[in-house]
């Protein structure tokens, strides 16, 4: 299954406007993408706060990830603070897998940012989170937290700034988005049989496991016909005619 490395920022210098900082927002979106990612069948990882850009960088280049996703919100000039709005991705201009999904995250954000022009996909150069890790990167700047109708926005729509992150990883994975719901146990009831974890949601995706008859599962959620579940490290698609909930 997909698997990201979700690191939302560190700086807790770098105060909103109307109060929290900058540090504090972006963890408060990446805690609520996970259950999103999980009933979406997307696996990841979290950043240690404390190790910072350097040790966020380290720990996912330690590991073996499709994407490595950096959460910040960004602050204008001195000459200019309180002044700018807008969400710029930035992706690596050496990697076009980076730029697809900075643009498919960018064009995603116009669907709820009040102003969809000014959410845009740009390059950088200089990003560590973007330029020096093994994983397909970008990093996010959403909206700007001196701005006090940036700074409002983001508060009022962690969870909305949520779903739309994870549904831009669903369309880059080309995997469908499923809402979050309790997550549940299952048994499987295949009549004897093992019954195939898979890759994607579909008879002729890859097998990646199997569940012996009567085994518990954890199920994360639902799309058409198949559930997102978990059994001993793998996490995949089941066909829910076969899985007791």
């Not at 002044?83 to 709820?112: C, T, V, W």
């Not at 997550?183 to 093992?194: D, E, K, P, W, Y």
């Not at 974890?197 to 009567?214: E, K, L, M, Y």
Request: proline letters at 6%.
């Amino acid at each position: 299954m997909p698997s990201v490395f979700l690191s939302p920022s560190t700086q807790e210098w770098n105060p909103y406007t109307g109060g929290g900082n900058e540090e504090l927002y972006m963890n408060e979106i990446a805690d609520r993408m996970e259950p999103y990612l999980r009933a979406s069948g997307i696996v990841y990882s979290r950043n240690d706060p404390a190790r910072g850009a350097v040790g966020a960088i380290a720990d996912s280049n330690a590991g073996s990830y499709d994407v490595h996703l950096a959460l910040h919100s960004n602050a204008a000039p001195e000459s200019l603070s309180g002044k700018l709005r807008g969400i710029d991705i930035y992706y690596s201009p050496q990697s076009r897998y980076s730029r697809m999904l900075a643009e498919i995250i960018a064009n995603n954000f116009k669907m709820i940012y009040p102003l969809p022009d000014k959410s845009t996909a740009r390059p950088t150069t200089s990003l560590g989170e973007v330029t020096q890790t093994k994983a397909i990167a970008v990093l996010c700047e959403i909206g700007y937290h001196d701005n006090s109708e940036d700074a409002a926005w983001i508060k009022a729509n962690l969870t909305p700034i949520a779903i739309n992150l994870v549904q831009s990883l669903c369309d880059y994975f080309g995997i469908p988005f499923v809402n979050a719901g309790p997550v549940r146990m299952g048994t499987v009831t295949a009549g004897g049989s093992n019954l195939n974890i898979r890759q994607f949601p579909s008879v002729n995706s890859r097998i990646i496991g199997t569940v012996p008859d009567g085994a518990n599962v954890i199920v994360y959620g639902r799309t058409g016909n198949w559930y997102v579940i978990f059994y001993q490290g793998i996490t995949g698609y089941a066909n829910a005619d076969f899985i007791s909930v």
